[in-house]
């Protein structure tokens, strides 16, 4: 099973998360196998991280929790809220799989958290630039509840425009680096 987590940065917490970026590295490690896309959101300067994105593959509800919940950064207190959904991973590939340059462009986190009828299910047509992307699902994968997408885009208008906006209760566009080690 799939999961989309993202750790969003607690204001005033950078020290802290720079003192931890060993540990989160190594405890990322830790789950190498199992991930799908990881990297940190980033504030309008592209450095400074705002957040944490991490896509992987586990076997239960559970073990998704246990992933985002005793990550160092979120025990030290680091991060302000976890956003932890089901994921369908619809490219059925890694970012280290993605055909373009993952280090050229700019990158983004689109993330639509839905209302409604489910849409956007099947991949855009241009998916060219697209890194990862797939519905977020409540944890028996029954009930859709938004779209979680990375993308490369020349701007943050051209990666929102990958969803339907319009039919989602919110859009939100963070920039996104490809992160960790691999």
């Given at each position: 099973?799939?999961?989309?987590?993202?750790?969003?940065?607690?204001p005033?917490?950078?020290?802290?998360?720079?003192?931890?970026?060993q540990?989160?590295?190594?405890?990322?490690?830790?789950?190498?196998?199992?991930?799908?896309?990881?990297?940190?959101?980033?504030?309008?300067?592209?450095?400074?991280?705002?957040?944490?994105?991490?896509?992987?593959?586990?076997?239960?509800?559970?073990?998704?929790?246990?992933?985002?919940?005793?990550?160092?950064?979120?025990?030290?207190?680091?991060?302000?809220?976890?956003?932890?959904?089901?994921?369908?991973?619809?490219?059925?590939?890694?970012?280290?799989?993605?055909?373009?340059?993952?280090?050229?462009?700019?990158?983004?986190?689109?993330?639509?958290?839905?209302?409604?009828?489910?849409?956007?299910?099947?991949?855009?047509?241009?998916q060219?630039?697209?890194?990862?992307y797939?519905?977020?699902?409540?944890?028996?994968?029954?009930?859709?509840?938004?779209?979680?997408?990375?993308?490369?885009?020349?701007?943050?208008?051209?990666?929102?425009?990958?969803?339907?906006?319009d039919?989602?209760?919110?859009?939100?566009?963070h920039?996104?680096?490809?992160?960790g080690?691999?």
């Amino acid at each position: 099973m799939e999961y989309f987590c993202y750790h969003r940065d607690r204001p005033g917490s950078l020290g802290l998360r720079k003192a931890l970026l060993q540990e989160h590295w190594s405890y990322m490690d830790e789950y190498a196998k199992e991930m799908i896309a990881r990297g940190p959101t980033l504030a309008d300067d592209g450095e400074t991280p705002t957040g944490s994105v991490h896509i992987v593959d586990l076997p239960d509800p559970a073990a998704a929790r246990a992933f985002a919940f005793d990550e160092p950064s979120y025990q030290a207190g680091a991060y302000r809220d976890v956003l932890l959904r089901r994921w369908r991973n619809l490219l059925g590939r890694t970012m280290w799989d993605f055909p373009g340059d993952l280090t050229d462009g700019d990158r983004y986190l689109v993330l639509g958290l839905g209302e409604g009828r489910p849409v956007d299910l099947t991949v855009p047509l241009d998916q060219a630039e697209l890194i990862a992307y797939g519905p977020l699902l409540s944890d028996d994968g029954a009930t859709w509840l938004g779209t979680a997408a990375l993308v490369r885009a020349p701007d943050p208008d051209r990666a929102r425009a990958v969803l339907t906006v319009d039919r989602y209760a919110a859009v939100e566009v963070h920039n996104w680096q490809p992160g960790g080690r691999r």
